[in-house]
């Protein structure tokens, strides 16, 4: 149960994408219904019917513009593509309200939310480094976040208001965003590696001999089920995911280390990404085939 109080000002999302529908779903029809959205496919007049279909779900009123979604606004939750989000922030800066709280909820590098932060800053917001640190189905606005920088406190209790899930990782703009894109050389580069190993053990007629061995080796894992659902994930989101990894790429070179398997991983997340295919209600092989097929 929520106790936001919707009488103290309205909530806003730039970007009305997957997580923004899952976040706004969660808190309920109350809340949902004070919420305001701006999407930069509003500007497309076939675009914009995702993002339309989205609000209609949920409740949360779609505006034709930034200026109409952020005024007055109590907090701006931005939940953009990683390439786009000092884009998004630079465009909704001019329309932020003083001392509204800016949530950057994207997938990007500590030096992206950097540059972020002073751009909200100077317009008088007050900006907070947010992580996404699990996928928002099936948990909605209880999937786990990170938050960091100098107003992660106030973003805690705003963000506990609303019965979301918010630890906070530091008092730095990169704290929370740190975590999540070195984490990801892991989490999507598990991803990547499935596909280039068991793919070509398809290809290769040997893939069962391949799965032996490997549950042999790690025994912990049930590597069919899992190599199904890392495939699945880079047949739904791998385009998103590359556009991450890049941003963990950058990461990784702010660090002065290596990103060669980011850059990699980002490779592979792409080229699955762009088959659009439907990953369906199936087992690995049934994806493996069905992505050896298209590529």
């Known amino acids: 149960m929520s106790d936001f109080d919707v009488s103290t000002g309205h909530l806003a999302f730039i970007g009305f994408g997957e997580a923004a529908e899952a976040f706004a779903t969660g808190w309920g029809p ?7 959205a701006y999407d930069l496919k509003c500007d497309d007049a076939v675009a914009v019917a995702l993002p339309m279909q989205r609000a209609a779900r949920c409740g949360v009123t779609l505006a034709a513009d930034h200026a109409s979604a952020l ?34 909820g994207n997938s990007c590098s500590p030096g992206a939310k950097r540059r972020a932060t002073e751009l909200i800053g100077a317009a008088g917001g007050r900006y907070v ?24 406190a106030q973003a805690e209790r705003l963000l506990s208001s609303l019965d979301m899930r918010a630890k906070p990782a530091g008092n730095t703009i990169g704290d929370a965003s740190s975590i999540k894109m070195i984490r990801s050389v892991m989490i999507k580069g598990m991803e990547a ?9 398809c290809r290769a007629g040997v893939e069962e001999k391949v799965l032996t ?8 894992i ?12 880079m047949m739904m989101h791998g385009r998103r995911r590359a556009a991450e990894m890049r ?46 097929r298209a590529v």
């Open 247 to 292: 941003e963990v790429a950058a990461t990784l070179a702010e660090l002065d280390l290596p990103n060669v398997m980011a850059v990699a991983t980002a490779d592979w997340q792409q080229r699955i990404g762009d088959l659009e295919l439907a990953a369906g209600d199936e087992d690995f092989t049934a994806r493996a085939d069905r992505i050896l």
């Open 71 to 104: 005024t007055d606004a109590r907090a701006v939750f931005c939940l953009v593509t990683a390439d786009r989000a000092v884009e998004a922030a630079t465009q909704a800066a001019e329309f932020l309200a003083a001392g509204a709280l800016g949530l950057d």
């Open 129 to 152: 480094d947010v992580a996404i640190m699990a996928p928002v189905h099936p948990k909605l606005h209880h999937t786990p976040l990170l938050i960091a920088g100098p107003y992660a």
């Open 30 to 36: 109350e809340i949902a219904r004070q919420a305001r």
């Open 213 to 220: 061995s490997l549950q042999a080796s790690n025994p912990g």
């Open 222 to 233: 049930e590597w069919p089920r899992q190599a199904a659902y890392n495939l699945e994930r």
């Open 193 to 201: 590696l499935t596909a280039e190993c068991l793919l070509a053990a």
